[in-house]
Each structure stands twice: as structure tokens, then as C-alpha cells.
């Protein structure tokens, strides 16, 4: 009786410690983050990361972006006819989807702010310069400095945020408020927040929205999936960052 208690505890631990875990790969995530079946082509927590991705991007009113899509705003000119989130016209749908399992693509989004003659391109607003011009745009990372000086996406500034957004300021950051409007810039700026995976993107994007910016976006599968497509990484700090 003792060795086959032995045997069902240590075969408890093995499947509870020593099991295989499902690797997450957040540039796949990224590349079928529209894909219509989402189970047929992620694992089931790449799966749930995309789902809670456009829920929460659909129900805060900001957009996502790709980490492909950014870097051919950074380094081939324009935002183009991205397929991101964050018309609120379209919200229902995709939390109504996202919940029931399946994911739908949502193209030509428009923000908050866009009227009904504003471009279709999901990177326009009635007020924001043109979709191909990325002189008006502001990559914010939230991660500490300490792993920010070990290199970021080119031309990102840091500004630190905590994890769970509360709404109010003070609980959020330990920065002033004031940096972070000189940071963003002129309202109609494109505002792109990214971070780890530790979630203090979503702070950020949060009080942007919060403090009336227009065209927030969040790095679908942050950093992660940056360093995974090999795309460039920077260590020359903008001069605001400098210290």
C-alpha cells in the first residue's frame, strides 16, 4: 500500500513540476493575432493571450499594432491600412467573439475621434497628420531603466508605469504627470506604448486615453516579439532619457 502511495504522490510531482510547459511564441501570436481560428493555429495560451489582447483593446478604446507593422513605420515610412483594433463600433463583436472562441478580423478600424469622412487606415484620426508620415509618432516603453538601458526600439522613451492600472496617478507611476505630456507630445500624436509582457503597457495606454490623446496603440506582443522577428535594437537614448 506505502509503494503505491509512493508511486501517486511522486507521479503527482512530476506531472505538477517536471511536465513540459507550452512555450509562447509572441511573434506567432502576433502573426495570427486576426486569424479568424485562433485554436487551429496557437496553442491554447497563446490562444487566451491573443483573446484577452483584443478584448482589452476593444473595450479601452486603444489599437494594436505588430511588431512587423512598426518596424515598417520606422524604417519603410507609413502606418499603410494596418489591421488594428479600436473602433468602437466593432467592440461588441470582438468581445462577443473573443469570449465565445473564435476571433474575428477586424480591418479599416477607425479611433474614437475619427469622423465619417476620416481615412479608413486604422492609424488615422479626423485631426492626425498623414498615415505615411511617422514624424508625428511617440514609442513610449514602460519597462525599468535598468533593463531599458540594455537596449530598446529605436527612438523609444522610458516612462515607468506599474502593472495594474488604478486611475489614479500616483498609484500608477512615480513620475510626474508633466514629463509624461512633454514625452507624448501634441495630442494628435501617434502614441505607441510597449513593455515585457509585465503588462504596464496597458497602464500607459490607459492614461494616455485617460488624458485625452487620440491615437494610442499598444505593441501586440511587446518587446518579446521584436527581439524574436530580429529586428533592429537601439541603445542610443534619446536625449530626454539621457541622464
Request: glycine share 10%; aromatic share 10%.
Amino acid at each position: 500500500m506505502k509503494k503505491i502511495l509512493l508511486v501517486v504522490f511522486f507521479g503527482l510531482i512530476f506531472l505538477g513540476c517536471g511536465g513540459e510547459k507550452e512555450k509562447i511564441s509572441y511573434a506567432t501570436i502576433e502573426k495570427n493575432l486576426f486569424n479568424e481560428n485562433l485554436e487551429g493555429v496557437l496553442n491554447p495560451l497563446e490562444s487566451q493571450i491573443a483573446k484577452n489582447l483584443i478584448v482589452d483593446s476593444t473595450k479601452n478604446n486603444y489599437k494594436l499594432i505588430t511588431s512587423v507593422e512598426l518596424e515598417k513605420v520606422l524604417y519603410g515610412g507609413g502606418f499603410g491600412e494596418s489591421k488594428t483594433l479600436g473602433d468602437s463600433q466593432d467592440s461588441k463583436n470582438a468581445i462577443d467573439s473573443a469570449n465565445s472562441g473564435e476571433s474575428k478580423k477586424v480591418a479599416e478600424s477607425k479611433s474614437p475621434g475619427d469622423s465619417k469622412d476620416s481615412a479608413k487606415s486604422s492609424g488615422d484620426s479626423a485631426d492626425s497628420t498623414s498615415a505615411t508620415d511617422s514624424s508625428n509618432l511617440q514609442i513610449i516603453t514602460t519597462i525599468p531603466r535598468g533593463i531599458y538601458i540594455l537596449g530598446f526600439i529605436k527612438g523609444a522613451k522610458n516612462f515607468e508605469f506599474n502593472a495594474d492600472f488604478s486611475g489614479v496617478w500616483e498609484s500608477d507611476t512615480k513620475n510626474e504627470q508633466a514629463k509624461f505630456f512633454e514625452f507624448l507630445g501634441d495630442k494628435n500624436n501617434k502614441i505607441i506604448f510597449y513593455d515585457n509582457g509585465e503588462n504596464s503597457a496597458k497602464t500607459g495606454a490607459l492614461w494616455a486615453k485617460k488624458l485625452g490623446y487620440k491615437n494610442v496603440y499598444l505593441l501586440a506582443g511587446n518587446f518579446q516579439s521584436w527581439r524574436e522577428n530580429n529586428f533592429e535594437i537601439s541603445f542610443d537614448m534619446p536625449e530626454c532619457c539621457q541622464m
